[in-house]
């Protein structure tokens, strides 16, 4: 049996070594755990809605109002893309929603498919794509998805 010096020495190497993992090694070794399936990862809690950082509206009273800063904040990004002439669309996963932000407007859709779709989330048709980033757990949405 190993001290409680040695044992807490192991710990901190395993996760020095976890840390030195690279991106393509980590899917792997997830890929090849014994459940064999892949977690959706756990969103980061948004933080706790404060009403006096609102004048005193609530999250419901300033999503009415204010959709994009309240996605921004309470929300999770599930994709972005820009476009070569200033464009930008993002998609956000908020409330067992999903939405669709652009420079225009903010849509609400019930799945993630509608809001990519609203969102060109991978289309180049009339600008060429200047970034594009989709969250692992949407990227059977993203343009290289088998239709």
């Given at each position: 049996m190993s001290s409680p010096k040695t044992h807490r020495a192991d710990r901190f190497k395993?996760?020095?070594?976890?840390?030195m993992m690279d991106h393509?090694?980590?899917e792997e070794a997830e890929a090849n755990s014994p459940s064999g399936k892949k977690k959706r990862r756990k969103p980061a809690k948004p933080p706790k809605w404060r009403p006096q950082d609102w004048d005193g509206l609530s999250e419901e009273e300033a999503f009415a109002e204010q959709p994009n800063e309240v996605?921004?904040?309470?929300?999770e990004i599930i994709a972005s893309q820009t476009w070569a002439g200033g464009s930008?669309?993002?998609?956000y996963e908020?409330?067992?929603q999903f939405y669709s932000c652009d420079e225009?407007?903010?849509?609400?859709?019930?799945?993630?498919?509608d809001a990519f779709s609203r969102a060109g989330i991978g289309r180049d048709t009339y600008d060429e794509i200047d970034s594009l980033w989709i969250d692992p757990d949407f990227a059977h949405l993203g343009p290289d998805a088998d239709e």
């Open positions: 395993n996760a020095a070594s976890n840390l393509s090694e980590e996605l921004d904040l309470q929300g930008w669309s993002y998609v908020y409330n067992s225009v407007d903010c849509v609400g859709f019930a799945n993630a498919k």
